[in-house]
């Protein structure tokens, strides 16, 4: 339900930076594709799925949360993206790297065409006829970003966050506190010190690599995720929700210990995108 939601948003947020361009052709000439139930059958449908509900895994659960704070961040609720968010990042470290999309889904909302095609609009306007220049004066604050909605979500990324690790305190207390839980599962997936056959290749790496250079390439593939973070921000900036599906494709590659939930996550996301896939 979820996954439907966020994808109707999408998809009216898409038809709205359509009209605002003055390409209304383009929306009423649109294949009718619901993007939202096409990624909630793709996910549910999806094989990967399907297996790690069988296995009885916590992928389902860390998927969820993921979709949760994508849904906030597109409805601009900002303590369910903050909820979304701290749990996420709980579970699992990496979906840490989504607050970007996150903050720019706040900021600018779901679908943004680029600065430069208003830009580009208005100057042929101005060509063609003076008289446009207060129509393309209105369409200048339609891709502003908002601040407001992002101090908000900080505000609750630090209540949950302090709500999340004080009940961990409490609960850990007898048995080592927050530190040893940091150690256990943190420190475990940075350092990669379980070897076991995965379907990650990073295994396959650490168990070849000599000990003197594993702390080298420790750094060089926990900074390899981190490295693609900005550009592809920078890039994608007016479609926070797609660049959101890149951070989760590129995280189901290279994190240390991927799963099949992983892959199917990013699957399922993929078809929030139909229009786009379809040609429209």
Not at 52 to 64: F, H
Not at 69 to 76: D, E, F, Y
Not at 126 to 143: P, V
Not at 225 to 231: D, K, S
Request: aromatic fraction near 12%; hydrophobic fraction near 50%; charge should be positive.
């Amino acid at each position: 339900m979820l996954i439907r939601s966020t994808g109707r948003t999408l998809q009216m947020a898409r038809n709205r930076s359509l009209k605002s361009l003055d390409l209304t052709k383009s929306v009423n000439n649109s294949v009718n594709v619901s993007a939202g139930d096409t990624a909630s059958l793709i996910y549910l449908w999806n094989p990967w799925t399907i297996i790690t509900c069988v296995g009885s895994c916590t992928s389902p659960i860390e998927n969820l949360m993921v979709v949760i704070m994508l849904h906030g961040a597109c409805s601009r609720l900002a303590p369910l993206a903050a909820f979304g968010y701290v749990m996420a990042t709980h579970l699992s470290l990496y979906p840490a790297i989504l607050i970007l999309p996150v903050a720019l889904l706040l900021g600018y909302g779901p679908d943004t065409p680029p600065t430069k095609v208003f830009l580009q609009k208005g100057l042929s306007a101005n060509k063609i006829d003076m008289s446009d220049n207060g129509k393309g004066t209105s369409q200048k604050g339609f891709g502003q970003f908002s601040w407001k909605p992002i101090l908000h979500f900080i505000l609750w990324v630090f209540i949950w966050s302090c709500y999340v690790l004080s009940l961990n305190s409490i609960i850990l207390n007898k048995v080592g506190g927050l530190q040893e839980m940091f150690e256990k599962t943190y420190g475990f997936i940075l350092t990669v010190k379980d070897l076991s056959p995965n379907i990650g290749v990073l295994w396959y790496f650490f168990a070849e690599v000599f000990d003197f250079f594993r702390s080298f390439f420790l750094i060089v593939f926990n900074m390899n995720i981190i490295f693609m973070v900005l550009p592809l921000a920078i890039r994608l900036k007016h479609r926070p929700c797609f660049l959101a599906f890149v951070y989760t494709a590129i995280v189901a590659m290279l994190k240390s210990y991927p799963s099949a939930g992983d892959s199917a996550l990013y699957l399922g996301l993929l078809g929030l995108f139909a229009n786009e896939l379809a040609g429209t």
